[in-house]
């Protein structure tokens, strides 16, 4: 049953699926994400040791929750959501002080200009980097790089993930590269290796 | 082979096939909204309710005039003024805006503009909390010793302690140069008598007995020597008869 991989079939369509008691349907959807929750996780946590319970306790909390999924909207900044909040407990878990400090960038709007030009030009380079430099960043930083430049997610879909405006995305990921470029260079690394 | 990923998916699927992993059911998604709701919705008239209370407080018990009597009037209006209520009501209007903040309309606000939006529902819920007469009718109840819980609130808006050395009473008697009012006490239990004793170079005009006055001064035992006197406004009678 898990083996077959229905590619015709949509995420929020296997969703609905599920939510109507199709509990198989539910191995489809973690197939097609563990993946994905396993990168956003190793590199959001910087490599736990427990990665394995935490995207374990992912897909629990999926399945539980399935019944509040709207699928008029996308499946994938939702179960993002849910992957964003286990992450966070983990790293409370595994940390003293506070792990956000209030971001003056939710206070006012902010304007946005998501370029996808911009993105194809950057995104080779910035993958590169975040495989070096990323466990310097703050862990708000590491995050938004991951689930824009790794995850692909888009503006919209990064503002449901983590509850902020659309204009603080942008902003943010505009801080977070500047601080990613700032640890290669203090690394000493070249921005074009 | 089978892969740690496989065995992940395998894990979660057994406990979901042996139920021991349940879906929940949607009514309880539904309940869950309606109730934060509901929470929201109380909280939002708790607030106003509290936020039209600080502007009837200042208003009634006449302290917005201390302002004018100079540096010590101010003083005493900085003193006097209910910052409990004013920190209980910004408290909730955070409250507020955490339980906005789960829906989606709220999160992609900013913050300041979600505040603002937030203090703007207050201050109209709290104006119409005002125009209605509410306050006035629970100070009605509250003399009459009818009004359990926030009772003694309302009784020192008129009847605020004289610690801070401002004092409202009735006019009793008056001459050149001072004039005594009675105060009353809490549910007017007891009443006494202050001196008021002018500030020098003013004399005393337009006050007759019974009118009800704010003095603001120094105080000696039961002497006040004034620097600021206001005639307070009398709270219209149908206001609170009709509230009855």
């Known amino acids: 049953m898990m083996n077959e991989t229905h590619p015709d079939l ?12 199709d509990k198989e349907k539910f191995g489809l ?35 539980q929750n399935i019944k509040s999924f709207d699928a008029s909207q996308r499946f994938s900044p939702w179960i993002y959501r849910i992957a964003h909040n286990t ?9 003293r002080g506070p792990l956000y400090i209030f971001d003056f960038d939710t206070l006012i709007s902010h304007p946005v200009y998501e370029d996808p030009a911009v993105f194809e030009r950057e995104q080779a380079e910035i993958k590169k980097m975040i495989d070096k430099g990323l466990e310097e960043l703050s862990s708000n930083y590491r ?13 919209k879909e990064i503002a449901d993930i983590l509850h902020i405006p659309i204009g603080t995305v942008g902003i943010r990921l505009k801080r977070a590269k500047d601080a990613l470029k700032k640890v290669y260079d203090k690394l000493g690394l070249s921005h074009e290796q | 082979m089978e892969t740690q990923n496989d065995k992940i ?21 539904s309940f869950k909204i309606v109730l934060l709701c509901i929470v929201l919705l109380g909280i939002l008239v708790i607030s106003s309710f509290l936020f039209s209370f600080i502007i009837f407080t200042i208003r009634i018990s006449g302290h917005l005039f201390l302002l004018g009597f100079g540096e010590k009037g101010f003083q005493a209006f900085f003193l006097l003024f209910p910052w409990k209520f004013l920190f209980l009501d910004l408290i909730l ?26 203090f703007f529902l207050t201050v109209i819920f709290g104006t119409l909390i005002d125009l209605a007469h509410v306050h006035e009718a629970l100070l009605h109840k509250a003399d009459q010793r009818g009004l359990p819980v926030m009772g003694d609130y309302y009784e020192h808006l008129r009847r605020p302690p004289p610690d801070q050395g401002v004092v409202s009473g009735f006019v009793e008697e008056a ?9 009353a006490g809490m549910y007017g239990t007891s009443t006494m008598i202050w001196k008021v004793i002018l ?46």
């Open chain 1, 10 to 21: 949509t995420d929020e369509q296997l969703a609905v699926l599920v939510q109507g008691g």
């Open chain 1, 87 to 95: 992450f966070v407990n983990a790293l409370r878990k595994n940390s």
């Open chain 2, 93 to 118: 209007i955070l409250v507020l805006e955490w339980i906005v903040k789960q829906f989606r309309l709220g999160y992609r606000s900013p913050l300041a503009y979600l505040l603002c939006g937030i």
């Open chain 2, 199 to 244: 500030p020098p170079g003013v004399t005393i005009l337009g006050l007759t007995k019974g009118d009800e006055v704010l003095v603001a001064g120094d105080l000696d035992g039961n002497m006040i020597r004034a620097y600021g006197i206001k005639k307070i406004e009398k709270i219209p009678s149908e206001a609170t008869s009709s509230m009855k």
């Open chain 1, 29 to 63: 959807l973690m197939a097609r994400y563990e993946s994905k929750l396993f990168r956003y996780g190793r590199k959001f946590l910087s490599n736990p040791d427990n990665i394995e319970d935490v995207v374990q306790e992912v897909f629990i909390k999926t399945y």
């Open chain 1, 143 to 155: 995050e938004i790089l991951i689930l824009y430049y790794l995850e692909e997610q888009s503006y």
């Open chain 2, 9 to 29: 998916q395998e894990h979660v699927l057994e406990k979901i096939r042996s139920s021991e992993v349940r879906m929940r059911p949607k009514f309880y998604f």
């Open chain 2, 175 to 183: 001459s050149g140069t001072s004039f005594s009012i009675e105060s």
